[in-house]
């Protein structure tokens, strides 16, 4: 089966660096992806790794660890607007599937 | 469309009735995903759709819901006998197909059974 584990919630300072963890078991990994979700709009894309390492993006970074089956999310110089949920998701590379966690809420304070 | 459409924006209705959500997903994509939201949940899979391969049904709740797609468009996630735990957003995506193409999700189908 399938399984995506990451914080309910997470509170930062606008300027600071923060970073969501998510661990994931999967039957089969195809790459896990990174969304971004605001209150009451749809999830947009944020990042996908498939190899281990980091890719950097802006002030958004993601890292992925295949053999710890763990990703984090690392955004910097927080701003207000970056308050939402972001949500891990994996994909099977047996069935194609996308399966999303939770999601984490971040709240950005001034 | 340059989107992927969802229709109703909307869904008000009462306990026991029958209702169709619609979903259009973008041109030339051939992979489809229904998933539900409850308020302040994360995305919970509900149907996965690739080309022609049979339909990955495994997160439908129950046998009230149903779904069905024609060829690589239209997709209708239908719910029978409605109940009010079924309230929630309903969220269609789409990808090219190709295993690590980004979703890209519709507006949702906000559903509230009353």
């Known amino acids: 089966g399938q399984n995506i584990d990451q914080p309910t919630e997470m509170t930062a300072t606008e300027g600071a660096i923060v970073q969501i963890n998510c661990t994931y078991q999967?039957?089969?990994?195809?790459?896990l992806f990174w969304y971004q979700q605001h209150a009451g709009e749809a999830p947009t894309f944020l990042s996908y790794?498939?190899?281990?390492g980091l890719e950097e993006k802006g002030r958004f970074s993601s890292f992925l660890s295949r053999s710890k089956g763990y990703s984090y999310l690392l955004l910097k110089e927080l701003q207000m607007k970056d308050s939402a949920s972001y949500l891990c998701?994996?994909?099977?590379?047996?069935?194609?599937?996308?399966?999303f966690g939770q999601g984490t809420t971040l709240q950005v304070k001034p | 469309g340059a989107g992927v459409s969802q229709s109703p924006s909307n869904k008000v209705t009462e306990k026991g009735k029958d209702v169709e959500l619609r979903c259009d997903p973008i041109?030339?994509?051939?992979?489809l995903y229904w998933y539900r939201q409850r308020l302040g949940q994360g995305l919970e899979f509900l149907i996965y759709?690739?080309?022609?391969?049979?339909?990955?049904k495994s997160g439908l709740p129950s046998d009230r819901f149903s779904a069905e797609r024609t060829g690589e468009s239209v997709s209708t996630l239908t719910i029978q006998r409605t109940q009010q735990e079924d309230s929630a957003v309903y969220l269609c995506?789409?990808?090219?197909?190709?295993?690590?193409?980004?979703?890209?999700f519709g507006s949702g189908t906000q559903l509230s059974v009353l």
């Open positions: 999967t039957s089969g990994f195809n790459g």
């Open positions: 998701a994996a994909i099977s590379s047996n069935t194609g599937k996308l399966i």
């Open positions: 759709f690739q080309g022609n391969s049979a339909p990955d």
């Open positions: 995506a789409s990808s090219p197909g190709t295993q690590g193409e980004k979703l890209f």
């Open positions: 041109s030339g994509h051939t992979a």
């Open positions: 790794n498939v190899l281990d």
